[in-house]
Nanobody, 128 residues
Framework: QVQLVESGGGLVQAGDSLRLSCAASGLTFSRNAMGWFRQAPGKEREFVAAISWGGGSTYYVDSVKGRFTISRDNAKNAVYLQMNSLKPEDTAVYFC?????????????????????WGQGTQVTVSS
């Protein structure tokens, strides 16, 4: 059974930093691309960042480039999202996602349908 468990969310002020973590189990983790998505109230879930199974390829939505960094530790079956210079518009529930695996070492999808497994989400609230 696949499980993805996010942690690290919270309430911060604009300009602060947070580090989200996602612990994965039930996967051949080193062969899964991983992604972070977010959903703000009243809005659709959107792509934030993705990383290929070896970590060599990363992708970001334009609004977070230069502020957020996705990384992974395959030895710990974990993926992280370091978020710096947070803005009120970053407020959302953040979800960790894993693809079906074995899609290729440089592959990391940016669309919801490319991911098969999802965590329950962690709330990030940024006050102005």
């Amino acid at each position: 059974q696949v499980q993805l468990v996010e942690s690290g969310g919270g309430l911060v002020q604009a300009g602060d930093s947070l580090r989200l973590s996602c612990a994965a189990s039930g996967l051949t983790f080193s062969r899964n691309a991983m992604g972070w998505f977010r959903q703000a109230p009243g809005k659709e879930r959107e792509f934030v960042a993705a990383i290929s199974w070896g970590g060599g390829s990363t992708y970001y939505v334009d609004s977070v480039k230069g502020r957020f960094t996705i990384s992974r530790d395959n030895a710990k079956n974990a993926v992280y999202l370091q978020m710096n210079s947070l803005k009120p518009e970053d407020t959302a529930v953040y979800f960790c996602a894993a693809d079906r695996g074995f899609r290729g070492p440089g592959v990391a999808g940016t669309r919801l349908y490319e991911y098969d497994y999802w965590g329950q989400g962690t709330q990030v609230t940024v006050s102005s």
